[in-house]
């Protein structure tokens, strides 16, 4: 690969295809696997005054012990909304408030659960997986049209077969992603 052009279209789906590893990793944290984690309640958003916004910026998220979430808002008026949004975002949690801090007590995963949970996990991996091939299908279009544009035969052969190897790579990526979480979801 000589031409700068051809470079320019790699470095654009290598970034992209980062983005989309980046984003299952994201997808992933945010399933449960047994173990409380802040980023649970990632997807909670709450009424903050007629706006909805994301739990995190109204309130600090801990994780007192690996099975309890604790949600201290930083004003004592947002205890219900807080509660709702959780209650609201389904995910599964029953939010119980002390007048000072929401907690939720995570219960212990069935085996039928952590089969439930690995299903939604291998659905988030196959997600990433589809946007790495329509990055693979742009990437492939873009030296099409560079072809076109007057580059040589050989080095647009030469592009696929490195476009196809990226797309590979990428996608290995993503499984080992998937083995690691469902390792993760299924220990008891």
Do not use: C
């Not at 916004?53 to 930083?74: C, E, F, M, R």
């Not at 560079?146 to 696929?160: I, Y």
């Amino acid at each position: 690969m000589n031409d700068p052009r051809v470079k320019d279209v790699f470095d654009k789906m290598n970034v992209a295809m980062d983005k989309a590893i980046d984003h299952a990793a994201s997808e992933f944290s945010k399933i449960r696997a047994g173990k409380a984690n802040p980023s649970m309640l990632d997807s909670v958003r709450v009424d903050y005054y007629g706006q909805l916004v994301p739990l995190n910026q109204i309130g600090s998220i801990n994780t007192p012990d690996a099975k309890t979430i604790s949600v201290q808002p930083w004003e004592k008026s947002m205890l219900q909304a807080i509660e709702k949004g959780i209650t609201i975002a389904n995910l599964g949690f029953n939010p119980m408030s002390d007048g000072t801090v929401v907690r939720i007590s995570l219960p212990p995963m069935t085996e039928d659960r952590r089969k439930d949970i690995v299903k939604k996990a291998k659905q988030e991996g196959e997600n990433a997986k589809v946007a790495v091939r329509a990055i693979r299908k742009e990437t492939n279009e873009a030296v099409k049209k560079l072809l076109k544009e007057g580059l040589p035969e050989d080095e647009e052969k030469s592009a696929e077969l490195q476009i196809q190897k990226s797309t590979d790579l990428y996608i290995k990526k993503i499984d080992e992603l998937l083995v690691v979480k469902e390792a993760e979801i299924m220990h008891v």
